[in-house]
């Protein structure tokens, strides 16, 4: 490096430094840039897929609200308070047939083998396992009681009560077992090939058996039995202090 007499020129550390300083902040921004746009390309096509233990969280959500339905029975039973019990058959019909046929459905046949043969997890495994078998012995109960004639029949009512109690009493520690252990453990215990390959037969089964946007269609009819039992506005939730 020359100086303007033409000698050389000193090096100047500071002023390599701060040289390099801008040319690697024009370049970060410029990668910044390509990344942002990349991305930006990408969020053009298919939305950001959801991994599996994601997607069984987020049933477990369509599982909770039928929860609430349910509690809301259960207080005008307790109350003496009418409430529409073709409702509540169909909330129990969703409890059948997206929660037991298809949800556990799919931890039975691809979670739970996977942690059996990884050795992790075996024992809550087994709990999980017995208790599902456990509540749709107990949903039998509650479809077969969630009717007018059964209403009006004292030792029907208290069966019907008793199902609902049984079922609340069981899952709410169930799911969030899962949601807090075992889910959060899946991801360690298959390869990200495998992980991702999971996450599309999942959707694939959800669109087996209840169409496209199956999980959507759920939750539009839950949203539809928490308005009939007049629970849906969530505002009525808050506590006045």
């Known amino acids: 490096m020359q100086d303007r007499h033409g000698g050389e020129r000193p090096f100047n550390r500071r002023v390599f430094l701060k040289s390099g300083i801008i040319f690697s902040g024009v370049a970060l921004a410029g990668s910044e840039l390509l990344r942002g746009a990349e991305l930006e390309k990408k969020g053009d096509g ?3 897929e959801v991994g599996p233990p994601e997607d069984l969280m987020r049933e477990h959500g369509v ?11 259960l207080r ?27 949800h556990e459905k799919l931890e039975e ?18 709990v999980l396992r017995t208790q599902h078998q456990a509540g749709r012995r107990v949903t039998d109960g509650t479809m077969r009681f ?11 009512r ?39 390959s999971l996450g599309e037969d999942f959707e694939k089964k959800e669109d087996e058996l209840f169409g496209e946007d199956g999980f959507e269609k759920m939750v539009d009819k839950v949203t539809g039995i928490e308005k009939r039992f007049g629970i849906y506005d969530l505002a009525q939730f808050t506590p006045k202090i």
């Open 46 to 48: 298919k939305e950001a």
């Open 63 to 73: 599982l909770k609200r039928v929860l609430l339905i349910y509690g809301e029975a």
């Open 76 to 102: 005008r039973l307790d109350a003496k308070q009418d409430f529409p019990p073709e409702a509540l058959a169909d909330a129990a019909g969703i409890i059948r047939s997206f929660v037991e046929n298809y």
């Open 109 to 126: 046949d691809f979670l739970f083998p996977r942690f059996e043969k990884a050795n992790q997890l075996v024992d809550l495994v087994k």
């Open 146 to 156: 969630a009717n007018f004639q059964s209403l009006r029949n004292e030792s029907e």
């Open 158 to 196: 208290l069966q019907l009560i008793d199902s609902m109690q049984q079922y609340i009493r069981m899952y709410n520690p169930h799911e969030a077992r899962e949601d807090t252990v075992l889910f959060p453990a899946f991801r360690k215990i298959v390869s990200p090939h495998e992980f991702d």
